[in-house]
């Protein structure tokens, strides 16, 4: 399928005067701990709209709880988080839903919802939420699900779905909300390995053709080395280094981030 | 046994489903208001369904029956009509049980769910109205199943207070025949059919709900050893 | 709405005498419904269906129909095939069949727990039949069986005002005893309703520590 037909839910800035450019996240001091394991540790960093961000690091370092924090499903125990201006924590109910229309996540899990069939899984926000109106809500996600490759499948449940294919839906389903950000948590982790690429295909093809901002936790380098403008290197709670794709796989400077990519690659 | 007889048993069959029929409903009502509530993210809400749950969980539903009938009336001056009697005493007792199913069957919901729903920007309400009770409801049936048929013996009860149903026609059907083997063989086997048909129902509904979302029906040996203790006169442990 | 004092103090002796009574009922329906129970969840198991689909039919009917009318029939029928025994036996008997119905479901559920490996294990060892179930089976499905017992020994109590109907005064028949001689039906019903929530829930919370420690 060429490109130039996506329907996009967000591809030219033009068209959206509301959307910023310039930096759209910022985490400051931001520390998070469960129990006694100190899992974010006084964390800095920022993320430009439209960048492409990849979160690399061993298990348990912490990545995945930044994508909770941003999502709101976490709270942090220090510091501040600032979404396109609007801080988080502390903020009203009110707010922080403003503040999740903008962000969209696919998780590790899909979290698809059994009970409505795959047509209804991606209007049911857009309607609820946004106010669509029920007939737009409807062709738009046709749209989206001929772009995951599964037009077909409007009226299955989830649990009639594979692996892969559920998780195309997920990621039709958080595009539906036309987010400024897409959080995406490990999303071909829980994949048989012969269904991962076609959910890849599908992220690739986002990252090129719209100007939604990414961040990506990943343990698939290629795909990271790919899509991403930078890549964060995580270990113990904090950033150790940060990068280009190209200089954190070909020529990392700490040693610590080459076992990690030898280990892994 | 006379026709007259038969006519008064019947009699007490119509007003034996008319209880049932109400104080389901109100159980039912009462089954959701403090099930969710017991879900409820403010912990005064919480603390508040629970102690409703623990105290109408804690007494005997006949201890309850004879306290509407005989306090109410003299005490906040509440004379109510035998049926709104029955129905208010067994609504509010086997709610209490139905709430300890409601909140069991949400709690059940994977919190993944919940994290999607949030992930949408849904208010707690939407995750509630279109997540979570759409998946937890189905999982409730059997249970609820298991608290309508104690609900159906519970009727029984209000006969002690002297109400025309089932039970007290067959009362009434012995005093005038003096005689108990018969009537008495009746009435349980009426009770049994209507329990039967309550349970096919439920079974039907059950199947109706689950159909597409690719779930069993029936549980498995493991939930079997649970379930008293979410259903029916069953659990006191929270 | 008033509250007289008095009319609690004079009642609470009845209080007393009903709960000795109330307590005799549910210890010696306990014991009958465990026992019974297990009868019928072992006979069950008899690999026969001349006795599982009579056990299965008479159990299921008991389980779904009112323990009221049970006692009433039991009450009035009895003496009619020549068989007297007092109200309080009666209604012993009667709650501790009805109960039976359901504990049997929870030794079922606590038999059908325990692994087949153990199944396997004791016929591996040649152990005889009686001896797989009292050695291996039994003493494994109790350990799981308890907790869910003894949710029904707080139901049970709930229902022993029940057998009021047939003349026993337990609590609940010395409270209408006792206001309809005294026309005071506030004090003591409110005391009883009180008696009652306190005692279930006292005895959740012991079986929730027993549950504690059988877990162990």
Known sequence: MPTDTLPNPGTNPEKNPDRSTGELIRLEQVTKQFGSNTVLDHLDFSVDAGKHVTLIGPSGSGKTTILRLLMTLLKPDEGTITVDGQQLFPASDKQVREVRKKIGMVFQQFNLFPNMTVLRNITEAPVTVLGMSKDEAVERAKGLLDMVGLADKCDAHPAQLSGGQQQRVAIARALAMRPQVLLLDEVTSALDPELVAGVLDVLRDIARSTDITMLCVTHEMNFARDISDQVLMFDSGRIIESGSPEKIFSDPELDRTREFLSAVL | ?238 | MKWDWSAVSGFMPHLWDGLLVTVQILALGSLISFALGLVWALLMRVPSRWVTWPVGVVTEFVRNTPLLVQLFFLFYVLPEWGLTFSALTTGVFAIGLHYSTYTMQVYRAGIEAVPVGQWEAATALNLPLHRTWSAVILPQAVRRVVPALGNYVISMLKDTPMVMAITVLEMLGQARLYSQEHFQFTEPLTVIGVAFIVISYLASLALRALERRLAH
């Open chain 2, 1 to 238: 046994m006379t026709s007259g007889l038969w006519e008064l048993v019947l009699k007490g069959v119509w007003v034996t489903v008319q209880l049932l029929v109400c104080s389901a409903l109100l159980g039912a009502v009462v089954s959701f208001v403090v099930g969710v509530a017991r879900t409820h993210r403010l912990w005064i809400v919480r603390f508040l369904a629970g102690v409703y749950t623990e105290v109408f969980r804690g007494t005997s539903a006949l201890v309850m029956i004879f306290w509407v009938y005989f306090v109410l009336p003299v005490a906040f001056g509440w004379q109510l009509v035998p049926l709104w009697a029955g129905t208010l005493a067994l609504g509010l007792t086997y709610g209490a049980y139905g709430s300890e199913i409601v909140r069991g069957a949400l709690n059940a919901v994977d919190p993944a769910q919940k994290e999607g729903g949030i992930a949408l920007s849904f208010t707690p309400w939407q995750r509630l109205r279109l997540i979570l009770l759409p998946q937890a409801v189905p999982e409730m049936i059997p249970p609820f199943s298991n608290l309508l048929v104690e609900l159906l013996k519970g009727t029984a009860l209000v006969s002690i207070m002297g109400m025309g149903d089932l039970a007290f026609s067959g009362n009434l059907v012995r005093l005038a025949l003096q005689e108990s083997a018969e009537i008495y063989t009746i009435v349980l086997l009426i009770y049994f059919v209507i329990a039967f048909v309550l349970t096919r129902g439920m079974r039907g509904l059950e199947r109706k709900l689950k159909a597409g979302t690719g779930k069993p029906v029936g549980g498995t040996p493991d939930q079997e050893l649970d379930r008293p203790q979410t259903t029916g006169v069953g659990g006191a442990v929270a």
